[in-house]
């Protein structure tokens, strides 16, 4: 059993009941957590909208909740709305800069907005906080192959393939391997 306790939670456990702040506090944090868990049970069943709603109230009880604007972003990004999700991601960004994830969902969306090196930049955020994530360098690879780096995306590509990451075979086969771009002791 996993006991998450929030910031706002610890600050009335060590005394802000004293100055009168607490349960005042203390019910927001659970409004809002209550909100996150509602966004969070209508974003797993595919009901965007709804989650996106209870997302969006999460953020007007607790504006600072860092947590809440990276899952609004990605509700964003599954409604294709990708300049929200780049903005929810900068915000989460803000407020939290060891979100990790965010930098590869902030990523992913400036590359379907064509914004390629914003992506690749995000990206390389994302890698340098996590070298084994196959799915960063293969979008990473992505972008650098619409910029016509073909050498950099195949480099990245291998790199995917290596950490397991198999939509990359097909690219590897047709753009990579005539110019002997693939590291001959990558596994098939």
């Given at each position: 059993?996993?006991?998450?306790?929030?910031?706002?939670h610890l600050a009335w456990l060590?005394?802000?009941?004293?100055?009168?702040?607490?349960?005042?506090?203390?019910?927001?944090?659970?409004?809002?957590?209550?909100?996150?868990?509602?966004?969070?049970?209508?974003?797993?069943?595919?009901?965007?909208?709804?989650?996106?709603?209870?997302?969006?109230?999460?953020?007007?009880?607790?504006?600072?909740?860092?947590?809440?604007?990276?899952?609004?972003?990605?509700?964003?990004?599954?409604?294709?709305?990708?300049?929200?999700?780049?903005?929810?991601?900068?915000?989460?960004?803000?407020?939290?800069?060891?979100?990790i994830d965010a930098f590869f969902?902030?990523?992913?969306?400036?590359?379907?907005?064509?914004?390629?090196?914003?992506?690749?930049?995000?990206?390389?955020?994302?890698?340098?906080?996590?070298?084994?994530d196959g799915e960063s360098y293969?979008?990473?690879?992505?972008?650098?192959?619409?910029?016509?780096?073909?050498?950099?995306?195949?480099?990245?590509?291998?790199?995917?393939?290596?950490?397991?990451?198999?939509?990359?075979?097909?690219?590897?086969?047709?753009?990579?391997?005539?110019?002997?771009?693939?590291?001959?002791?990558?596994?098939?």
């Open positions: 059993m996993q006991i998450q306790i929030s910031l706002l060590a005394g802000g009941l004293a100055c009168g702040l607490g349960p005042k506090l203390l019910a927001q944090s659970h409004k809002t957590d209550s909100y996150l868990s509602l966004a969070y049970q209508k974003a797993q069943a595919g009901n965007y909208r709804q989650a996106l709603r209870y997302y969006d109230k999460a953020l007007e009880t607790d504006p600072q909740h860092a947590e809440a604007y990276y899952h609004r972003g990605n509700v964003r990004y599954d409604l294709k709305d990708y300049q929200g999700a780049i903005e929810d991601c900068q915000a989460a960004l803000r407020l939290n800069p060891g979100l969902n902030l990523g992913i969306s400036h590359y379907h907005l064509k914004e390629y090196a914003e992506a690749i930049t995000a990206l390389s955020q994302a890698l340098q906080a996590n070298a084994q293969y979008w990473r690879g992505m972008a650098f192959f619409r910029i016509n780096k073909i050498n950099l995306a195949c480099q990245d590509w291998n790199q995917a393939k290596n950490l397991g990451n198999a939509y990359v075979n097909t690219y590897l086969s047709r753009y990579c391997q005539e110019e002997g771009q693939i590291d001959s002791g990558a596994p098939e």
